[in-house]
């Protein structure tokens, strides 16, 4: 397991000290416990693709010929024809999310679950409870893998969004630390896609300006980012020098479970988004389900490349 810190220097004192959690490959993961025999070997965790079914989880060799989620699972077949295709078992992926958000709730009691797979947790102020957060992190690595056996990637910050980003960077089974005011430098050689939000039209037209990494973006001011790019401008400035003020919610906050997902080009094909759609709601159920809890209304969001923001939502029957 790979730990890794921006600067040699120990992390100073921050303001908040954030952990993104992600089980690496969780539903193959979960298979290759339940049959060992399946370990390092290419697994599709998906619908019948005579039944258009999609692709749930892929393991990391399934992934090296280019197999993710969400993708037909004609297509991911034809591009790994050998993998083993295994039928999706929620009931065992909700038990076993369950377990991890378990032992991140004995770490500290704000945790946020993302999904069924990742969380963030707010570790500020229990370094005597767990020593520094990186601690804190190897802690929380290390008992996942010995108590369900799951590996999981982890990023530190001192704010979700670049401790997503790490966590991202890290994966698999890695660990990287962000050390509080080194933010910017961290972000700074990435390529402007890592910038939550920016698709492809946003990041040609960033490009045209001749902005090609987050440090580039990070040189501009506000006034003129604002000028050329209206509101996504100020969001652009804030992400650019990893300013994100948002807290750590955890569920008994949060009225609402849901899922997103940001394409890395537009797009506009009408059957891959109702398939990324149905992806996402059956993570989303698979969460409902795994707490008990029944869905009163359900609301679908779509953001274009020019962040204009749509929705629409139904109330279900009761």
């Not at 390092?40 to 989880?57: C, E, H, M, N, T």
């Not at 008992?143 to 990637?153: A, G, N, T």
């Not at 987050?214 to 006034?223: F, N, T, Y």
């Not at 400035?237 to 899922?259: F, H, K, L, N």
């Amino acid at each position: 397991m790979n730990a890794k810190r921006l600067a040699n220097q120990p992390a100073g004192r921050s303001e908040r000290s954030i952990i993104h959690v992600d089980l690496d490959a969780f539903f193959a993961s979960v298979e290759e416990i339940l049959d060992p025999s399946l370990r390092g070997k290419a697994i599709i965790v998906g619908g019948d693709p005579a039944r258009r079914g999609v692709v749930s989880s892929a393991s990391y060799p399934a992934r090296a010929y280019g197999v993710r989620s969400a993708m037909p699972m004609a297509q991911a077949l034809r591009l790994c024809p050998d993998a083993i295709v295994i039928t999706p078992r929620h009931h065992e992926y909700s038990r076993r999310s369950r377990a991890v958000m378990a032992i991140l709730g004995e770490i500290t009691p704000i945790v946020e679950p993302l999904s069924i797979d990742e969380a963030f947790l707010d570790v500020t102020g229990c370094e005597r409870l767990w020593g520094a957060p990186l601690e804190t992190a190897r802690l929380i690595q290390r008992r996942i893998l010995r108590e369900q056996q799951l590996p999981c990637s982890l990023g530190i910050a001192s704010n979700k969004m670049v401790a997503k980003i790490a966590c991202d960077l890290g994966k698999p089974r890695g660990l990287v630390e962000v050390p509080a005011g080194e933010e910017a430098a961290f972000l700074a050689p990435l390529p402007i896609e890592r910038v939550w939000g920016v698709g492809q039209v946003t990041a040609e037209r960033l490009r045209s300006l001749g902005i090609e990494t987050i440090g580039d973006l990070a040189e501009w001011s506000q006034e003129d980012l604002v000028r050329i790019l209206g509101d996504t401008g100020r969001h652009l400035y804030r992400a650019a020098r990893g300013i994100d003020d948002s807290p750590v919610e955890t569920e008994r906050e949060r009225r609402s479970i849901s899922q997103e997902r940001t394409f890395g080009h537009d797009e506009g094909d009408r059957r891959v988004l109702e398939r990324t759609v149905l992806a996402m709601s059956e993570n989303v159920a698979t969460r409902l389900r795994e707490q008990g809890l029944v869905a009163e209304t359900v609301r679908l969001k779509l953001r274009t490349p020019a962040f204009a923001t749509y929705t629409r939502q139904a109330s279900l029957p009761r």
